[in-house]
């Protein structure tokens, strides 16, 4: 049995190959946009339909988007609105590739390390993104020579390091699994995988919670200066977007 996707060639011809590491990454981003597609059709921004419901689409996709926006202000502290859409794309994707183990045939693309390494290099990226943005270059980059300048090397390496484990952590998880059904299903091959199955549902829900979870760690904390004593927390208000603010006319 093959255990990591990249050992399946589904198609080769001379040095070209697609293994499906690459096929079901293409397959989960074709299912992801027709579904958010579907979502979003006939969307009601502010007024519900004419029956005074709103679908069940939109009222799934709010639950959704509700639910990481108050977990990004929970963990960051600030608003979550310039994250939702980088962190909920994670957590969507890491998601729904674990979900669909249920699928006879299907290997998590997660369950290879070069996945794994890609999603950490968007973690990676999307720090220092985030974190100028917030501060300006110049402001951003002396952090990393604070408190002197002899901690540039190992700030650099800290960067690295938690990139490294960010997708090690995820592999690790996402493989054991693998391996787990894969010995199950030798000694026995019809009542314990269904159970490990299950049990792996559970497992990908909760690796995609930990990877978004200390994605948001990463990319807010680039926006709070180090060293700062300034406690703001982000205050959300009611006030919806075109509406006047409470109680004002």
């Not at 951003?140 to 800290?158: A, C, Q, S, V």
């Not at 000694?187 to 919670?209: C, K, N, S, W």
């Not at 979870?213 to 700062?228: E, H, M």
């Amino acid at each position: 049995m093959n255990i990591s996707p990249d050992n399946i060639i589904l198609w080769q011809w001379g040095f070209l190959h697609l293994n499906a590491t690459i096929a079901f990454t293409w397959l989960l981003m074709l299912i992801m946009t027709c579904g958010s597609a579907l979502a979003t059709r006939g969307l009601s921004l502010w007024e519900p339909q004419a029956d005074g419901e709103i679908s069940r689409w939109q009222n799934l996709l709010e639950i959704l988007v509700t639910s990481l926006r108050d977990q990004i202000q929970g963990i960051s502290g600030q608003n979550p609105d310039p994250y939702l859409p980088f962190i909920g794309t994670l957590f969507v994707f890491v998601f729904t590739a674990n979900l669909l183990i249920i699928v006879p045939g299907y290997k998590p693309p997660t369950g290879s390390l070069s996945t794994t390494v890609a999603l950490a290099a968007c973690v990676f990226v999307a720090v220092p993104v985030y974190g100028i943005a917030h501060e300006g270059i110049t402001k951003y980059l002396k952090r990393y020579i604070r408190p002197t300048p002899l901690m540039l090397p190992f700030n650099l390496i800290g960067e690295l390091s938690r990139t490294l484990a960010l997708a090690v952590r995820l592999y690790g998880n996402v493989m054991s699994g693998t391996v787990i059904v894969a010995i199950l299903l030798t000694l026995m091959p019809f009542f314990f995988p269904v159970l490990i199955q299950l049990l792996g549902l559970i497992t990908g829900t909760v690796q995609a919670y930990i990877f978004a979870v200390l994605a948001t760690v990463y990319t807010a904390s680039a926006s709070v200066p180090r060293g700062s004593h300034e406690n703001q927390t982000y205050q959300p208000t009611n006030d919806q977007p075109g509406e006047p603010p409470h109680g004002k006319p």
